[in-house]
T-cell receptor, first 118, second 116 residues
Framework: EAGVAQSPRYKIIEKRQSVAFWCNPISGHATLYWYQQILGQGPKLLIQFQNNGVVDDSQLPKDRFSAERLKGVDSTLKIQPAKLEDSAVYLC????????????????FGEGSWLTVV | AQSVTQPDIHITVSEGASLELRCNYSYGATPYLFWYVQSPGQGLQLLLKYFSGDTLVQGIKGFEAEFKRSQSSFNLRKPSVHWSDAAEYFCAVGAPSNFGNEKLTFGTGTRLTIIP
């Protein structure tokens, strides 16, 4: 079974530039998450989608971050304009979604997109 | 709101020795608890999870964790570590969402170093 795919793996940009990250979840997974992991910290949820609708974006800095999942499959996370403090790993994750299965739905993570803002 | 505390930032263990990584959580209801491992440059891999039932949970790679409600803890253990266990370990608590999926809150992680 293919895992969660993310691209690009690494990106270096100057502050005030824009960047976009792409995620392809595991086939059939209705729920998609974007997490931000700053060096030395645990991942923090930015946004959660259920199919193509937003479930939770309470921690997404909406003045500069945006995300979409137009057809309920792939997703794009955009940062514009980037700040130095946006340097982090952006992790995409997915799960089946829907009613909880027996022991719960497992969330699967991609390898992440590493962003450095200089 | 839920939170997770991992008191140990860095732990060094000799290969073959036993391991225990600490995790304390704060959550208003019955928690859903997870341990993930992250190797350098990699994403997060699920080691084990607790939803209900038996408080001793077995995971992959020989890891286990015990849920202790009275202590609000979910410590990770392994009887004998291997050099390949060197990684960052994250404990997480899950809050059920309207769609039956857990929204995870992570701790800050514990970095495990293995020495020969």
């Amino acid at each position: 079974e293919a895992g969660v795919a993310q691209s690009p793996r690494y990106k270096i940009i100057e502050k005030r530039q824009s960047v976009a990250f792409w995620c392809n979840p595991i086939s059939g997974h209705a729920t998609l998450y974007w997490y931000q992991q700053i060096l030395g910290q645990g991942p923090k949820l930015l946004i959660q989608f259920q199919n193509n609708g937003v479930v939770d974006d309470s921690q997404l800095p909406k003045d500069r971050f945006s995300a979409e999942r137009l057809k309920g499959v792939d997703s794009t996370l955009k940062i514009q304009p980037a700040k130095l403090e946006d340097s982090a790993v952006y992790l995409c994750a997915s799960s089946l979604g829907g009613p909880r299965q027996g022991s719960g739905n497992t969330i699967y993570f991609g390898e992440g997109s590493w962003l450095t803002v200089v | 709101a839920q939170s997770v505390t991992q008191p140990d930032i860095h732990i060094t263990v000799s290969e073959g020795a036993s391991l225990e990584l600490r995790c304390n959580y704060s959550y208003g209801a019955t928690p859903y608890l997870f341990w993930y491992v992250q190797s350098p440059g990699q994403g997060l891999q699920l080691l084990l999870k607790y939803f209900s039932g038996d408080t001793l949970v077995q995971g992959i790679k020989g890891f286990e964790a015990e849920f202790k409600r009275s202590q609000s803890s979910f410590n990770l253990r392994k009887p004998s570590v291997h050099w390949s266990d060197a990684a960052e370990y994250f404990c997480a608590v899950g809050a059920p969402s309207n769609f039956g999926n857990e929204k995870l809150t992570f701790g800050t992680g514990t970095r495990l170093t293995i020495i020969p």
